[in-house]
């Protein structure tokens, strides 16, 4: 009987009240419709947001890029571990540019140096040091390239050299004409230790080879350094030339040192026949004494 007298009450109830009850049912609707809208189309703008590329360096796709490479370069070659060179502007020798693009190990394990020149016109050189020292003991490299005629500005080193004590503690084999045409183009030099860097011992040669490969090779002990060249890759003595070594009480250089190819402008000097230059060094082998 209840359901029966609720029922007669819905019966009874006005067509204006229930008009008026419709009308309020479909506002409601319609605020539901704009909220579900409103979200949907925020859905949407999200979703499209993923798709456009941020150029702001601080948004979350650049966070997202690998960082700058601003360790140091280093490569392996002849078993060893060498530093590249990659100073941000000009440095020592000649105040030069330096490009780790100039340096590379090729699939024969050759290591190449190059002075080359960039589209600006900025000549850029190369250089790489060991990671390790070395000691008393053989330091022979062997070189392809016609290392005898270079230009008067271009400078190649084969060295021992310690960073930091410039004119003591260096060993080199060096291949320039140091901007003069005239003067001999291969240079044996040895730093001392301790005192004015002016006492340097040295030897300077005309080098003339009989083709592309040669060998160089110096040993160092406590009280002397010996050089001796070679034509072709081989350490024969009926290849041999130019031997050499320090007089007699001159204070050799008795510490480990790191070891060092360059390939350089003196003076920063572009080269007088505007040429770029590329050398090949096949292996570097130190024997411990």
Known sequence: MQDCHNNNRLLNVPMRNIGFMIFLLMLKFQHMYKFMTTLLLAAALISCSKDVQ???????????????KTEALTINWSGYTWNVKQPSGTSGPGNNYWSPDNVWVDAQGRLHLKIKREPSGRWTCAEIYSTRTFGYGSYVWKVEGRVDKLDRNIVFGLFNYKSGDDGHHEVDVEFARWGNDASHNFNYTVYP???????????????????TYSTYRFNRNSTRVAYKSF????????NAF???????????????????????LFQGQAPANGQEVELIVHSFTYTPQ
């Open 242 to 264: 130019y031997a050499w070594t320090t007089r007699a009480g001159f204070p050799v250089s008795t510490e480990a040192l790191p070891v060092h190819l360059n390939l350089w």
């Open 193 to 211: 230790a301790y005192g004015d860097p002016a006492t340097r011992d040295f030897q300077t040669y005309e080098l003339a080879l009989n083709g």
């Open 54 to 68: 941020p150029d702001a360096p601080g948004d979350a796709t650049a966070n997202n890029r690998p960082p700058a």
């Open 231 to 238: 034509h072709g890759h081989t350490e024969n003595e009926s």
